[in-house]
């Protein structure tokens, strides 16, 4: 049964009517003739509106060309952060916003997937005492943002001064020589993106969202569109009376008087043996600038992300964004500064970049660089009733669509009287951390599938098996990520249901058992 009110401390404890597979796909496309919303992208935001407008009770289908996380969603450093390169750059507002959106993710939504980590920023030789400084004071200000967001200690404990010996604890690669101690403090680290993308699709299905992947939406207007489906060329039209366009980086594509500054961050993948055991989010100065930092974190799957960079990307955009080679050279040598050994291209698991859809204003008076342009969203409202909107961060999701769905209500004829509920509405899995901490599964699982967890390893023993040697991915992630996580093709398991594929090596050795699995189910 659905609980449409929501409510902190319920959970969704079966999978149900969350399940997501190609035969309910089928079903709700060939029944899809008007909604009251309909939605163009399947990233976080568009999810998070899927999600807001179904539990306001009102018809939705959410339409994606590709798959869930397909874009700029999956991209991403992991961290729900509280905002503090934002409250270092004097937008207040923002990072306030980040830190009490991490609040709901850790406490409420999603806290399988949201768990603390701490952040070091290590006192280097090469750094100036202004940036040093600089972490300082964005430390203390984000105590002072969590303090307002009202999110306890016992979640995230305040920053705090710590010794270069606590330093080496954290992060036992690190250059000792002249290290003059550094600083603690703690953010939230999302298990991974796409996941996260995933659960709030599937309570938004539970919630009677149609979650529509592999269709496209052509014709677009503020009163429906042409749809497409990818996978057999079948078209049909449907009427709405909201259009909600969250396509990303993709949004100027899909409605018109949009126009988009895309900026492009990079990410490498590498092995938790260069860094010793990397226990925590890693902060190092970038040489010559005073508010750009590299990050090191710490990844499941004995993995690494080393990011981020933020770099103007003009020119067509393609489905897969790539890092450049200067790119890659940059963090490479950044992250060397601090450690003992250099980090090499040797060492390169893989790379990932994606591209963020900010808002251009043809304003670039101070904004020369992307990094200079605001994160906040924005909401537009096209002429032919098309509302989109772009921009933010994947930490305010909610929010986002929160506020887009309301200007699209505002401007609709429909009378909806039930206001925004997703601040208290868990995700498929989520529970409190004594009844996840209860849940009787291996720890990795629990991790990514919440209270889910023993029904996915549920089934023969051999189905809790590693796919292949060296991977820790097992046979029973492949099976649910297609009976109820609406995979429909071996790219979907390998690059956002599991995050294999960001390793091409791991890739190869994965693709015979999800080939099985297809086969199989």
């Known amino acids: ?297 710490p990844a499941p799957d004995d993995r690494v992300y080393v990011g981020l960079t933020d770099e103007d990307a003009p020119g067509p955009v393609n489905d897969v964004p790539h890092a450049t080679d200067a790119e890659i050279d940059f963090l490479l040598n950044t992250i060397s500064s601090a450690v003992q050994q250099p980090v090499t291209r040797a060492d390169l698991l893989g790379t990932y970049a994606g591209l963020r859809p900010l808002l251009d204003t043809g304003h670039h008076k101070g904004e020369d660089k992307t990094a200079d342009i605001s994160r906040r969203h924005a909401v537009i409202t096209s002429p032919d009733g098309v509302v989109t909107i772009v921009g933010g961060k994947l930490t305010t999701y909610r929010r986002m669509a929160q506020d887009v769905l309301d200007k699209a209500i505002e401007q609709s004829s429909l009378d909806v009287r039930r206001p925004c509920e997703t601040h208290r509405i868990p995700l498929v899995g989520a529970a409190d951390r004594v009844r996840l901490a209860a849940v009787k599964a291996p720890a990795r699982f629990v991790q990514r599938y919440g209270v889910e967890a023993p029904q996915v390893i549920a089934g023969p023993p051999e189905f809790q098996q590693p796919i292949a040697p060296g991977l820790r991915t097992t046979y029973a992630e492949l099976r649910f990520a297609v009976r109820h996580e609406g995979a429909l093709t071996e790219d979907d398991v390998l690059d956002r249901r599991t995050r294999i594929g960001l390793s091409a090596a791991d890739r190869e050795l994965a693709l015979p058992a999800v080939r099985e699995t297809f086969a199989a189910v």
């Open 1 to 297: 049964m659905i609980d449409r009110g929501g409510g902190a401390g319920k959970e969704f404890r079966t999978v149900g009517n969350a399940s997501l597979n190609a035969a309910r796909r089928l079903r709700e496309l060939d029944s899809l003739k008007s909604v009251d919303v309909l939605v163009v992208g399947g990233g976080v935001t568009g999810a998070g509106v899927a999600l807001d407008a179904a539990a306001r009770g009102l018809t939705v289908a959410l339409v994606e060309k590709h798959d869930l996380a397909f874009g700029t969603s999956r991209w991403s450093s992991k961290l729900v952060h509280g905002g503090l390169r934002y409250l270092a750059s004097g937008h207040v507002g923002i990072a306030y916003e980040s830190a009490v959106e991490r609040g709901i993710l850790m406490k409420t939504t999603a806290p399988h997937l949201v768990h603390p980590i701490p952040q070091i920023a290590p006192w280097l030789p090469q750094a100036k005492f202004a940036q040093a400084a600089m972490l300082r004071s964005a430390f203390l200000g984000g105590d002072v943002l969590r303090m307002f967001a009202r999110t306890s200690d016992d979640y995230l404990p305040h920053s705090r001064r710590v010794s270069s010996a606590e330093l080496l604890r954290y992060a036992p690669t690190l250059k000792p020589e002249g290290m003059r101690g550094g600083f603690l403090t703690w953010d939230g680290q999302l298990y991974d993106d796409a996941r996260l993308v995933v659960a709030i699709a599937r309570t938004a299905a539970q919630y009677g969202a149609r979650i529509l992947t592999r269709v496209a939406a052509t014709e677009v207007t503020g009163r429906g569109a042409v749809l497409v489906d990818q996978l057999t060329g079948d078209r049909l039209s449907v009427d709405a009376r909201m259009v909600i366009n969250a396509a990303g980086i993709w949004a100027d594509q899909v409605a018109s008087g949009i126009k988009l500054r895309p900026s492009r961050g990079t990410h490498l993948v590498l092995p938790q043996s260069v860094f010793g055991g990397l226990s925590a989010v890693l902060t190092v100065p970038v040489p010559g600038e005073l508010r750009r930092v590299v990050m090191a974190i």
